[in-house]
């Protein structure tokens, strides 16, 4: 038994952990667009990077050099430093050194989102490192920082109680899938928790809840080569395995929902639930084929009832389904149900107020076994194209 | 030797074929949209199908009735008979009863496009079947029947000379991947020869053939419930393999690339090649992930020179390959080459030139092997969302 209450106050609700955003001209008009996590002492780290085979200068540093520990993660918006080559490593080489010396921290690490194949601006960013107050405890400011086309900042925190009266703080920042100016789509997740959780269940559990959570969403369905999640654990309170892979997934569920949420130009968010397929892969396969279809996500803006779309793209999937199995449901809605053509005027109106609404759930039924899986996703509009098509310069 | 020359006349330049197109009230405004294309006798016909679990009705009729011989082929607009159950294919079965008793064909088929589950405007079908003269040779009106969203008739001909001097015709219409309001991007082909094509050899060479043309084209990546392409072969005139197979070829090349340049919505073509992959298979697979990204298609549509989406796609498709390897290049100018970030200003200018062209190549060498394919795409803007979003009523 354990209690898990969400609280405020972002990354640095987590005792021992500081950070903020600040400017260095990165982004236009002054906006946040350096942002550092520090902790008071090394981390347990551990993450989960992009299957992008073009991974960026910054992932190649961490993997490069087995980063286990950490005590600083620098995070840069504007600039991906992808597809930057040896020269791009470089720069992640110099401003980590940079990071010691100048910060004297002991483990830094760095994040980028922006841009692909431009130099990163090394020498603003070694610059902007003298302007930090390390001491600063500003989520929110970090939060904004690495923002790029998301609408809003994504924090959460939560503080959970064991039965025994024990607590721990698990904590996140996000940025969403929003290209900037016109990079990748980039995914960013910053988690950290002051749970003592054994370094060796770090990567697995953040595998086994990345699978529902920042693996089920989908804003364009192109992977990024900067995509990261970090979970810093320092280690200095209580652990139980139960409450804090609990608390792990809340934060988790929650920073991916909000990404989706925020997807670009979207509207609304709409859970794509595949049960019945015949096992769990197939049902993944055919939730993000729908999750990612152009035509359901312009359906979707146009709170349009194509409930035939849907079909189609289950149809399309590859999965194993048959017409005289399949049911659709428009949240609670029965829409399609085993071939049998039954879609009037009056149930296309009832779909179509199901569909006005700023999140709701397809169900698809595919009636061959007992394979579930939620993707979730959102509607693609004008707005997208607008962002994703406006000329770099 | 032979000589293969374009002709105008579309299908009925082959001689024995009729078509027609009319309108009986599917589409507003006295559009046409009905259309037959009739033999004078019975011909072999071979078609290939939409892989989509949920085939059509009029495509399961085919199917279900082994059809081999075919004398009149009956396509109607504005509804797809998919996902209509046993009563869809009933409805096929009393028209093709119909076409039988009121024109006397012997061996009908039909084809049908627009939205989905919907049931077929049975009795106006086959009202409509007395408006058709049987006599008629109008390949455009039946090329504007069938259409949807298309924005122009695709339709071509050639006449092929062998070395003994004997000939004979091929020729095709087809309407495009755009969406009818609002059922999927169906994909019609229907192509005529009077070639004496042995039997056994039509399904073969369309399989074959379509792997270059109709499936290296995308428009938006979704694979609808009723995509055919048809085959007829009347028989009567001369066949040489060698020829047949190019004439074939270049039909289905001239159809396809109709399809992308006039996907819904599109202001331009691109070849997206890829050279060099470990084999062809991942050669089309980094071709069509290429001609299939969001990213890439709103890229193309704002005419930005963004080669890091071109790299980030490539990366993110699943296929070997390695930054220090990887050369994309827009038309003959190099944009990236193995590592080295020397993309500047005056190269990005050339760039974008070479998008504001109406068609363009991109071509990405994978620098591991020798695999090639040549992916056919488009670009996606407001129009697409637009024609896509709109509420069907």
Redesign the interface.
Same mark, same amino acid.
């Given at each position: 038994m354990f209690n898990c209450i969400s609280i405020k106050g972002g990354i640095v609700s987590v005792k021992g952990f500081y950070c903020d955003g600040i400017s260095i001209g990165l982004k236009p008009n002054n906006e946040l667009d350096l942002a550092f996590i520090r902790s008071s002492k090394p981390c347990n780290i551990s993450y989960l990077f992009?299957?992008?085979?073009?991974k960026a200068a910054p992932l190649q540093y961490v993997e490069q050099n087995k980063i286990e520990q950490c005590d600083f993660i620098l995070i840069n918006a504007k600039n991906?430093n992808?597809?930057?080559?040896?020269?791009?490593l470089a720069d992640v080489e110099e401003i980590m050194q940079a990071c010691k010396e100048k910060l004297g921290v002991q483990y830094p690490l760095m994040s980028s989102t922006g841009?692909? =194949?431009? #130099?990163l601006p090394k020498q603003r960013i070694i610059d902007g490192l003298q302007k930090f107050d390390l001491k600063a405890k500003n989520s929110t400011h970090a939060s904004y920082a690495i923002m790029t086309t998301d609408r809003y900042p994504k924090e959460v925190a939560f503080e959970v109680t064991l039965s025994s009266g024990e607590k721990f703080t698990i904590a996140g920042i996000a940025k969403g899938a929003g290209?900037i100016d016109?990079?990748?789509?980039t995914m960013l997740c910053f988690i950290v928790t002051d749970a003592k959780v054994p370094k060796e269940m770090m990567k697995p559990l953040l595998q086994k809840h990345a699978k529902t959570t920042f693996n089920a969403i989908s804003v364009? =369905?192109? #992977?990024?080569?900067n995509d990261s999640i970090f979970l810093m654990s320092l280690g200095e309170s209580a652990y139980e395995e139960e409450a804090f892979e609990f608390a792990l997934h809340k934060v988790m569920e929650y920073l991916a929902l909000k990404i989706v949420s925020d997807g670009e130009g979207a509207k609304k968010m709409v859970a794509f639930e595949v049960v019945g397929a015949k096992d769990d892969k197939e049902a993944q396969k055919a939730a993000k084929k729908l999750s990612n279809?152009?035509?359901v996500k312009?359906?979707l803006?146009?709170?349009?009832p194509?409930?035939?779309?849907i079909?189609?793209?289950?149809?399309?999937s590859g999965?194993?389904?048959?017409?005289?199995k399949?049911q659709i449901y428009f949240d609670s809605l029965l829409v399609?149900d085993k071939?049998?053509?039954y879609?009037d005027a009056q149930m296309e109106q009832k779909a179509a107020q199901v569909m006005q609404q700023k999140s709701f759930k397809i169900l698809c039924n595919i009636g061959v076994g007992n394979g579930a899986f939620t993707a979730y996703g959102c509607d693609?509009?004008?707005e997208?194209?607008?962002i994703?098509?406006?000329?770099?310069t």
């Open positions: 992009t299957t992008n085979r073009f991906a992808a597809m930057t080559g040896k020269e791009g841009v692909i =194949g431009v #130099r290209m016109p990079a990748m789509a364009d =369905g192109d #992977r990024s080569t279809s152009l035509l312009t359906a803006f146009g709170e349009d194509n409930w035939g779309r079909a189609s793209t289950i149809g399309s999965i194993e389904c048959y017409e005289e399949l399609y071939g049998k053509v879609f693609l509009g004008h997208y194209v607008k994703n098509s406006d000329y770099r």
